[in-house]
């Protein structure tokens, strides 16, 4: 179902939250004070406004009290980030999200009534962090924002087949770049043949949400 949200603090959180909730169809209201912040998110959101967020008679005349839900994505100035929390709630939005910067934060956007607190600094270190653990990941480099080049400890479940065997471009939507026998000995551009041995190391290229799909 069609949302209409209101994005205030065009950070780097603030930004992906916006443009994703755009590309999803929904309706985005996205404020900043910074002018090159509005200037930077024009063209993928619905509507972009420089103004501060903290003056209610100018989210009255945006219409922000009849918007679904609120996004506080100001990070660093915590009074800013607590008070227009407080006032789209006594505005009357049903739902407010409210970016904390640390659990004494969170607490206090919780006494005040956001409805959800995010830590995204914290949640993305964990996630990263569980990733590392569940796939024996043992080194990455990013590409881009969904894709990396991360060396694996070959999957139990892969050892002693071949790489045409396994058929792991179409089953997992991996490719393997390289296999590393041992510090010296690198199997480069590994063809259908090529054997995958106990604690061989995979060099692979894929999308790190095929990472997580990968068997241990
Ligand atoms: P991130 O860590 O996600 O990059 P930041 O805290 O660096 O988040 O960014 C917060 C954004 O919020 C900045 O672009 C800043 O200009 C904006 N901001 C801060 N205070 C206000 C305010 N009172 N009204 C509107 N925007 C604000």
Do not use: W
Request: with cysteine; glycine share 6%.
């Amino acid at each position: 179902m069609r949302k209409q949200f209101v994005v205030i603090g065009l950070g780097r959180f603030g930004t992906s939250v916006a443009k994703t909730l755009t590309s999803l169809g929904h309706e985005v209201l996205a404020l900043d004070k910074n002018e090159q912040a509005v200037q930077s998110v024009m063209q993928d959101v619905t509507q972009a406004v420089q103004a501060d967020a903290r003056e209610e008679d100018t989210l009255r005349g945006l219409g922000v009290r009849n918007l679904d839900v609120g996004v506080v994505a100001i990070g660093d100035d915590l009074e800013a980030n607590i008070l227009i929390t407080l006032m789209l709630k006594e505005m009357g939005i049903p739902y407010v999200v409210a970016k904390a910067q640390s659990v004494q934060h969170g607490k206090v956007l919780e006494k005040i009534g956001a409805d959800k607190i995010v830590y995204p600094e914290q949640d993305m270190g964990i996630r990263l962090a569980n990733n590392f653990i569940r796939t024996n990941v043992m080194d990455f480099i990013e590409l881009s924002l969904d894709y990396s080049i991360f060396e694996i400890i070959a999957p139990s479940k892969f050892v002693n087949q071949t790489l045409g065997k396994l058929n792991l471009r179409a089953v997992y939507k991996i490719n393997v770049m390289a296999i590393k026998k041992s510090k010296e000995e690198i199997v480069i551009a590994p063809g259908a043949n090529a054997v995958v041995e106990e604690k061989d190391v995979l060099v692979i290229v894929c999308n790190k949400k095929a990472l997580s799909k990968l068997p241990d």
